[in-house]
């Protein structure tokens, strides 16, 4: 088994592409199959993980799944969906399956699963990826504080909240958004990056979105997410200066 090579397999292309991007830049080689049938033909010598989507044309996620787990015992298969309820998780255990990941998710929720799915496939500690974020279970608090302690003497800061990597509410300054929009934070910056891959740009790191009389500025920080409202653009644009000359722990997605 080769441990630090990966199998991506999904019918698009843009995720497959997406993957690569994210994982190549660790250190780990990346095979990619646009099918579960193109998949197992690439199994020979067997990578240290699968990462699979679970509906593709052909044979879907889970029979590659339990394919794989008959001719390797032992190799992890991550499953991706954009649904991840409990009959799809029984399923799951049902044919071997490590992990299913409900998508879009960002590097920094997929890297740490990758690393520790490699080393329960060799038994072993697998070398830590360079994550661009911390788990979402272990966010920098001192680094959330730190910052909070500075947005809330800016001028003009109408709202901001610090959200964990799967969008929920963990700091708040003197006025908190609403905790919903923890989730519309992950999809955007998500959605940035795929985006991003299409046109060959830059990964982003901070997102500005601009209404009619607000501003809404959002980034990953400290292995979680940061939303603030401004008033106008002047004081997001203040806030991104601030936040690249501190050389503030931002994702690099």
Known sequence: MTTQ???VVDDSVSVRKALERILAPQGLRVRTADSGEDALNQLDPPPGLVIADVLMPGMSGLQLAETVQARYPGLPVLLMSGVVDEPLQQ???????ARVMRKPFTPGELLPVVSELLGAGTGTAAPTPESPAPAASDPDLRAWT????HLNTQPGLLAVTLFDLRGHPLHQGHTPL?????LYARFLLTAAFTAGLHVEARQP???QVAY???TLLLTEY????LVSLWPDASGAQALTRWLRSARVPVAAR
């Open 212 to 214: 009619e009389n607000r």
């Open 178 to 182: 609403p905790p919903t929009l923890g």
């Open 205 to 207: 790191q901070i997102l």
């Open 91 to 97: 399923q799951a255990r049902r044919v071997g399956v």
């Open 5 to 7: 090579d990966i199998l």
């Open 146 to 149: 730190a910052l909070l302690a």
């Open 222 to 225: 400290a292995g979680g997410y």
